[in-house]
């Protein structure tokens, strides 16, 4: 199981726009595809963005045109590019990681970072 820490959450008015990054401990072995979930206080958890080793994203309708994923394999470290921040988008947001061999669209994450909170004021 790798390790996961996330960063640059806060609190950002509606339209705003923050950066969130998740550095990874761990190799290509252990690490494939990366992501960011979210959890609103009862609601279900969402996957929000994915970004594989070749740079293939996927991102949840909601956010679609409005947050960017990316990684930089080399410092093994994901970003989140969130612009045009809702209310509705108020969650902790979860740095997430599959290990190899796994279908990333059809699996849950192997690995889980602590989380870091989102609040979008109107």
């Known amino acids: 199981q790798v390790q996961l820490v996330e960063s640059g959450g806060g609190l950002v008015q509606a339209g705003g726009a923050l950066r969130l990054s998740c550095a990874a401990s761990?190799?290509?072995?252990?690490?494939?595809?990366m992501g960011w979930y979210r959890q609103a206080p009862g609601k279900q958890r969402e996957r929000v963005a994915v970004?594989?080793?070749?740079?293939?994203?996927n991102y949840a309708d909601s956010v679609k045109g409005r947050f960017t994923i990316s990684r930089d394999n080399a410092k093994n470290t994901v970003y989140l590019q969130m612009n045009s921040l809702k209310p509705e988008d108020t969650a902790v947001y979860y740095c997430?990681?599959?290990?190899?061999?796994?279908?990333?669209?059809?699996?849950?994450?192997?690995?889980w970072g602590q989380g870091t909170q989102v609040t979008v004021s109107s």
């Open positions: 997430t990681a599959w290990p190899p061999r796994v279908y990333y669209l059809g699996s849950p994450p192997g690995s």
């Open positions: 761990g190799s290509a072995f252990t690490i494939n595809a």
């Open positions: 970004i594989t080793t070749g740079g293939t994203t």
